[in-house]
């Protein structure tokens, strides 16, 4: 169906009339500037007046290029038919830790040593793929915490900014879990309150931020969010040195304990994922979270058609004009008057002779 925008400019449409009705006309003066061939144009201008045809072809094509124009200032659009969006589905914040100590190698993939923030993009990046119908957003959190991305159903941008994400884009030497927690909230806050979901993945402890992770433990749970922590990082690795192997614990400084009271006290729960395996099986718990029914939504394609009337109107008033000019007459006055140019200066010729 075809709507218009701005309906009520239909009103300007007896503009033209009320002004050559009611506005004052200026008195005739003088012409300021001697034109030579002023006689011609006004003989010419009497002449084509004089075509009663001719004005009143004027007259309908001047109405309908301001029909035109009033059309296009009305906006008018096409609306296509409705498109369901999707009506379940949850607001599902993802927060992720890129302090300095996820470059730790101490993650097994394929028989070769990789990164904690590499294993982490190649999974939650496969989940934020397979949440079709959520609104998803994106949490980087080092030292500060920054909001990458905001609700969206763009999946694809999602996943396009967490593989972008870089150790070193935020001050790496500190962690701020609380900041990270409390970012969230005022993101997930305004949306439908059984559908609040945070998830957040770090591998230390708060020693950073404005925040305590308990005080927006209890911000979150105020709220009704829902937060699932998830603690990374191997429990021990074999490090060979001039002395001998020795085993190292790499993720002493994770902090489970704070984690797990966060999760628990807003309704969600813990994960402790030690290497790639336990960290895509937390991600396939999550995909099993119960759905939450929203109110439905449809969209509407729209589509807007004034330029058409504009170019209509534009393209009359362009063939108005060429019609308008008596070219036929211009062209015989310009002979005229070149003829007698040259007999004047063969005149001239001759006198001097």
Request: charged content about 20%; hydrophobic content about 45%; proline content about 4%.
């Amino acid at each position: 169906m075809i709507e218009f925008t701005w309906f009520w400019m239909c009103l300007l449409l007896p503009l033209p009339l009320l002004v050559y009705r009611f506005l004052a006309r200026a008195p005739r003066q003088d012409a300021a500037l001697y034109v030579p061939f002023f006689s011609v144009l006004s003989r010419l201008q009497s002449e084509t007046d004089n075509l009663s045809s001719s004005k009143k072809l004027n007259l309908i094509c001047c109405s309908l290029i301001w029909g035109l124009l009033i059309l296009a200032a009305m906006r008018p659009q096409f609306l296509g038919e409705p498109i369901q969006l999707p009506s379940t589905g949850r607001d599902l914040m993802l927060s992720v830790d890129i302090s300095g100590s996820m470059e730790a190698q101490d993650m097994v993939v394929g028989n070769r040593q990789a990164s904690r923030i590499d294993v982490v993009k190649a999974v939650v990046g496969d989940f934020v793929e397979r949440r079709e119908g959520d609104r998803l957003g994106l949490i980087l959190f080092a030292a500060h915490a920054y909001i990458q991305a905001p609700l969206t159903f763009d999946r694809e941008t999602v996943g396009t900014l967490l593989e972008e994400a870089e150790i070193g884009i935020i001050e790496e030497s500190a962690t701020a879990i609380g900041d990270a927690i409390g970012l969230a909230v005022i993101h997930l806050r305004t949306r439908p309150e059984n559908s609040r979901v945070l998830v957040l993945l770090t591998d230390g402890v708060n020693n950073a931020g404005a925040v305590s992770p308990e005080q927006a433990g209890q911000l979150a749970q105020q709220e009704n969010i829902k937060i699932y922590t998830i603690g990374i990082g191997a429990d021990q690795v074999v490090q060979r040195t001039f002395f001998g192997a020795r085993a190292i614990n790499p993720s002493a400084e994770l902090d489970e304990a704070v984690l797990t009271r966060i999760a628990e006290s807003t309704g969600g729960r813990y994960f402790r994922a030690r290497d790639v395996n336990d960290l895509v099986d937390i991600y396939e718990e999550l995909d099993r979270l119960e759905t939450i029914e929203q109110d439905d939504q449809t969209y509407r394609p729209t589509r807007v058609l004034f330029f058409w009337p504009l170019g209509a109107a534009l393209l009359i008033s362009f063939v108005l004009a060429m019609f308008s000019i008596p070219w036929q007459s211009l062209a015989g006055q310009a002979r005229v008057e070149q003829d007698a140019s040259d007999d004047d200066a063969l005149a001239g010729s001759g006198s001097r002779a």
